[in-house]
């Protein structure tokens, strides 16, 4: 099957901090989507994202489909964004198939 | 709208009972998939069922099993109950080839 690797796998912001978290992908897919787990463990949609660049607020996303890579984008962190951050890859099976997450830790 | 809402959202059973969850989607998605999240194996899917037919499974026992009715509620159920079944069960629905929403999940615990 897929593979999807997020990475890194931990990360400790200072609130106000910009970072950059990756996913990688093994194989060209026709979906793509950015999810924050919260505390309850409600996946909450980021971004559906198979190719190019979005922006929603402080979060941004870009897709390089051919590169098989995808990015999101924090400006600004603030402490409700820590949590874990998951990408997720469907092929054309109707399945999700998701990363290991990145856990971010935003500090005041 | 409202979202998609997932019942019951905790669940205490015995191992060797069944359990059965249930998932309403979001008006109008005919797509709904289930996905099982334990901190070893992280997110894993179960299996999707659209306009009530079977389009993919997971690599589970033959334990898990689902269904969808005609109005795309959803329900997964899972027999003789292992402590490895302890988890946290996530369903999301989606139009066709569109954003997957996912419910709050129920959250069950295998004793």
């Known amino acids: 099957g897929i593979q999807v690797e997020q990475s890194p796998p931990d990360l400790i912001l200072q609130e106000g901090a910009n970072s950059t978290l990756r996913c990688n992908f093994s194989?060209?897919?026709?979906?793509l989507q950015w999810f924050h787990q919260n505390p309850w463990g409600q996946l909450i949609n980021l971004f559906y994202?198979?190719?190019g660049t979005k922006q929603n607020g402080r979060l941004s996303a870009t897709t390089v489909a051919t590169e098989r890579y995808s990015l999101l984008y924090i400006s600004s962190s603030q402490t409700t964004d820590s949590g874990v951050y998951f990408c997720?890859?469907?092929?054309?099976?109707?399945?999700?198939?998701f990363g290991a997450g990145t856990t971010v830790t935003v500090r005041a | 709208k409202a979202g998609v809402t997932q019942t019951p959202r905790y669940l205490i059973k015995t191992r060797g009972q069944q359990v059965t969850l249930s998932c309403s989607p979001i008006?109008?998605?005919?797509?709904v998939s289930w996905y099982q999240q334990t901190p070893g194996q992280g997110l894993q899917f179960l299996f999707e069922y659209f306009s009530e037919t079977q389009r993919n499974k997971g690599n589970f026992p033959g334990r898990f099993s689902g269904r969808q009715f005609s109005n795309s509620r959803s329900e997964m159920n899972v027999s003789t109950l292992e402590l490895g079944d302890s988890a946290l069960y996530l369903c999301a629905s989606s139009e066709v080839g569109q954003t997957a929403f996912f419910g709050q999940g129920t959250r069950l615990t295998v004793v």
């Open positions: 194989d060209s897919v026709n979906n």
């Open positions: 997720a890859v469907e092929l054309n099976d109707y399945k999700l198939s």
């Open positions: 994202i198979p190719s």
């Open positions: 008006s109008g998605h005919r797509s």
